[in-house]
C-alpha cells in the first residue's frame, strides 16, 4: 500500500518559517518524482516545488527564493522549508509523488498552513 503523509503544517506568523515534511512508503522514494502543491479557498491547486530524482529542481516565481526542498533518501522523506512566508502562502498543501516503477501518480492527504498575524 502507497502511502504519503504529511506534517509540519501549522499557524505561522507573517515573515515566519516553516518546514513540512512528506513520508512516503510503499514505492521506490530513490527514483520517485517528487512535488508540491497547494490549493488556497476558491482557487485552483497549484504547483509549488517540482524535485526531481536526480535534485533537480523547479520552483515558480511565487515562491522562488523563498521555498527550499530536500529529499532524504535514507528516510524516504521529502521536506519542503519554506521561509519568508506571506498570507498568500495560506492555503493547503499536498505531496505528490510519480512513480516511474508502476507509472501512477500519489497525493498526500494534505497538511493547512495558515499565515496570520
Known amino acids: 500500500q502507497v502511502q504519503l503523509v504529511e506534517s509540519g503544517g501549522g499557524l505561522v506568523q507573517p515573515g515566519g518559517s516553516l518546514t513540512l515534511s512528506c513520508a512516503v512508503s510503499?514505492?521506490?522514494?530513490?527514483?520517485?518524482?517528487m512535488r508540491w502543491y497547494r490549493q488556497a479557498p476558491g482557487k485552483q491547486r497549484e504547483l509549488v516545488a517540482h524535485i526531481s530524482r536526480d535534485g533537480s529542481t523547479y520552483w515558480p516565481d511565487s515562491v522562488k527564493g523563498r521555498f527550499t526542498s530536500s529529499r532524504d533518501i535514507a528516510k524516504n522523506t521529502v521536506y519542503l522549508q519554506m521561509n519568508s512566508l506571506k498570507p498568500e502562502d495560506t492555503a493547503v498543501y499536498y505531496c505528490?509523488?510519480?512513480?516511474?516503477?508502476?507509472?501512477?501518480?500519489?497525493w498526500g492527504q494534505g497538511t493547512q498552513v495558515t499565515v496570520s498575524s
Open positions: 510503499g514505492i521506490d522514494f530513490s527514483i520517485a518524482l
Open positions: 505528490f509523488a510519480y512513480s516511474p516503477g508502476t507509472f501512477v501518480d500519489y
